[in-house]
């Protein structure tokens, strides 16, 4: 099976290709480069590339600074549309204003959720995961933080400062990680309350950094999340199964292993 999901270990053939949380701070890093080299080895076989969110480290896409700094994922994304490929991009919360980002045929999403129909038949629903609990005082900082008036006040601050100072805050703010805990099982119920809304076949979110396989509790539909790029990978869908594909450097062979539970054995 690893074989016809990555066509001889060189290209990625799953019909379904998602990254998410890669955290770019700058586009020589070694995850820029992974995911760079990834998105040029994707075989015809791939209809749907989605980037879940959290892509860049911080991104305002109403400025020429960043529309500059990221142009080759940009690029690269276009090339892919140019295929024929489906790509979308999930605006996380540490992306704003990507509709000004100017990547033709790239659609951005910015609506909580996105549902994607693969030629098999099978429907896959998005989020990009930090909207996924319920928490009002969130929501509105969220708000306010993508709200028109703050794209316009950002907008009057040189580029490089901007980056500058969300980067340290995003360094600041990851630093302190290692002291959160996460309540899986608030997280899991949400998700399945989420995924039961519609009739998507199964649900993906990003954000929380937990590669999450778990059978949803009412019915067959899979929740699957991703690991942190502290670990890159990708997360691959094919023949009603999900993979994981971890990268280890550009141009090295790919090799995907099954999505299993973190709660019970495989």
Request: glycine share 6%; aromatic share 10%.
């Amino acid at each position: 099976m690893q074989d016809s999901l990555t066509s001889n270990l060189q290209l990625i053939a799953a019909p379904f290709v998602l990254a998410s949380d890669v955290h770019i701070q700058h586009m020589t890093d070694l995850r820029a480069r992974l995911l760079l080299d990834a998105l040029r080895r994707l075989s015809p076989a791939v209809e749907v590339v989605v980037l879940n969110g959290d892509i860049c480290d911080f991104c305002f896409g109403g400025s020429s600074y960043f529309r500059r700094k990221f142009r080759p994922l940009g690029a690269a994304l276009e090339q892919l549309v140019s295929r024929g490929i489906r790509v979308y991009f999930v605006e996380g919360n540490h992306e704003f204003h990507l509709e000004r980002i100017g990547w033709d045929g790239v659609q951005i999403v910015q609506s909580r959720d996105l549902t994607v129909a693969l030629k098999s038949g099978h429907k896959i629903k998005l989020m990009h995961g930090d909207l996924l609990i319920d928490e009002p005082l969130y929501r509105v900082f969220r708000a306010t933080l993508k709200s028109q008036l703050i794209r316009r006040t950002a907008a009057l601050v040189p580029g490089a400062l901007l980056d500058a100072y969300a980067l340290r805050h995003a360094k600041f703010s990851r630093a302190q990680d290692q002291y959160r805990v996460l309540n899986h099982e608030r997280i899991l119920s949400a998700f399945a309350a989420w995924l039961a809304l519609d009739e998507a076949h199964h649900g993906i979110i990003g954000h929380f950094h937990v590669p999450y396989a778990e059978n949803h509790p009412q019915t067959e539909r899979m929740m699957v999340s991703v690991d942190s790029w502290d670990k890159p990978n990708l997360l691959l869908f094919a023949d009603g199964k999900f993979n994981r594909v971890h990268l280890n450097e550009p141009g090295a062979p790919f090799s995907a292993t099954p999505a299993q539970s973190l709660f019970t054995l495989a």
